[in-house]
């Protein structure tokens, strides 16, 4: 086992969703023994830095100082106190840094939808996604409220066509095993019969894997009218679903373009790699 902890790492801005992003990271941290690090960032030019180092130093000093009241407060709620580390510069390039270059070994980003970057409402998704950094790749999770339940119970998994959405499968393996939760799949209806195999390969490859870890899970065929995007949230929401799961370059396609308030369920999104799949522990 390794000497260092591995971390999940919560954007913070002191709002109510990062927050939010904190209750869940508490579920998943405390199931896997992970530290949790509370990153705060402040909006900073190399020029800004370098023209104005006094002011620079006394906003650091300040955000830590608030960042330790924080911490106090959640030690009262949830008898534990999380890492916390402010830096200045861009999301992007931040969290970049700190996957390949930083001691931290962070395994996990849960993020509110929104980040509050100085005076600007960020989109968290668009420094998150994509970020397959070397052979690096570390899966998040975005929310948008509090969790459901006190653990997770439901996960839903859209079935995709897609020769990558097998990276899906080692994930669904993971979360089935480590967190006993219930395996929901959905499948569209297609018409193209290229895609029609494709889906076919990806079913057979998702039993075959799921049957011989002898994980339980049922699978769901969505209306042949339906835009699957919907059937997906709308199946999740009636079975009061934890968590869906899906690949990181479809996050635009079932989030970002979807109708406002279409749901509240937390998204995780993992990217393909080359190499074997990196758990949580």
């Known amino acids: 086992m390794d000497s260092v902890k591995k971390v999940v790492l919560v954007p913070w801005?002191?709002?109510?969703?990062?927050?939010?992003?904190?209750?869940?990271?508490?579920?998943?941290?405390?199931?896997?023994?992970?530290?949790?690090?509370?990153?705060h960032i402040l909006p900073r030019t190399l020029i800004y830095q370098y023209l104005n180092q006094k002011g620079s130093q006394k906003e650091i000093h300040?955000?830590?100082?608030?960042?330790e009241a924080v911490v106090e407060e959640i030690y009262s709620k949830y008898n534990f106190r999380p890492q916390t580390l402010v830096l200045e510069g861009h999301p992007r390039k931040l969290v970049k840094d700190l996957i390949t270059t930083g001691d931290l070994d962070i395994n996990l980003i849960v993020s509110s939808?929104?980040?509050?970057?100085?005076?600007?409402?960020?989109?968290?998704?668009?420094?998150?996604k994509n970020m397959v950094i070397k052979n690096f790749n570390v899966p998040f999770i975005i929310i948008d409220g509090p969790p459901a339940h006190s653990h997770y119970i439901e996960i839903v998994v859209p079935l995709d066509h897609d020769r990558k959405y097998k990276e899906t499968v080692h994930w669904i393996i993971y979360l089935?095993?480590?967190?006993?939760?219930?395996?929901?799949?959905?499948?569209?209806?297609?018409?193209?019969?290229?895609?029609?195999k494709h889906m076919a390969n990806n079913i057979y490859f998702t039993k075959k894997m799921l049957d011989g870890n002898?994980?339980?899970?049922?699978?769901?065929?969505?209306?042949?009218?339906?835009?699957?995007?919907?059937?997906?949230?709308?199946f999740a929401q009636n079975i009061d679903s934890d968590l869906i799961l899906i690949m990181a370059d479809k996050y635009d396609v079932y989030v970002q373009n979807s109708k406002p308030g279409t749901t509240t369920v937390p998204i995780m999104c993992v990217n393909p790699r080359t190499r074997k799949y990196q758990s949580f522990n």
Do not use: W
């Open 13 to 39: 801005d002191f709002t109510e969703g990062s927050n939010n992003a904190l209750l869940h990271a508490i579920q998943l941290a405390a199931t896997a023994e992970n530290e949790i690090m509370l990153l």
């Open 62 to 67: 300040d955000a830590r100082k608030r960042l």
């Open 113 to 128: 939808k929104i980040y509050n970057y100085g005076k600007k409402a960020y989109q968290a998704p668009n420094f998150l």
């Open 176 to 196: 089935s095993k480590y967190y006993k939760c219930n395996i929901n799949l959905i499948k569209p209806f297609i018409y193209d019969e290229g895609k029609k």
């Open 214 to 234: 002898k994980i339980i899970y049922g699978i769901k065929t969505a209306k042949k009218k339906s835009d699957f995007r919907d059937e997906v949230f709308r």
